[in-house]
């Protein structure tokens, strides 16, 4: 079964960072590109970050750059998304989702481009 897992997520004052995780368990992550996505309460879901599958191609959305960092590391078959300066419009729902492919050059923000997807996990900026 090809599961993602998100971890990470909490409470954090304005200001500070996080660093969330998504691991995969039942494939391995080296096919795929990776893709960040957020979802707060009556908004639609946007991307945030997402990363080739080799690692050498990044793409941020204009909210987040700047202070999101999305990496990947092969051996530990996770991705990760450094938060940092958050601020409160940064409060959502965060999961990681992958799509298998061959293309290096760059990857997608578009949430309907990708097939798999973890469960998501809360970020929450407040004082």
């Known amino acids: 079964q090809l599961q993602l897992v998100e971890s990470g997520g909490g409470l954090v004052q304005p200001g500070g960072s996080l660093r969330l995780s998504c691991a995969a368990s039942?494939?391995?992550?080296?096919?795929?590109?990776i893709g960040w996505f957020r979802q707060a309460p009556g908004k639609e879901r946007e991307g945030v970050s997402c990363i080739t599958r080799n690692g050498n191609s990044r793409n941020d959305a204009s909210s987040v750059q700047g202070r999101f960092i999305i990496s990947r590391d092969k051996i530990k078959n996770t991705v990760y998304l450094q938060l940092n300066s958050l601020k409160p419009e940064d409060t959502a729902v965060y999961s990681c989702a992958a799509v298998v492919t061959a293309y290096i050059q760059g990857c997608s923000l578009y949430w309907r481009d990708y097939n798999i997807w973890g469960q998501g996990t809360q970020v929450t900026v407040s004082t």
């Open positions: 039942g494939f391995t992550l080296d096919s795929y590109s």
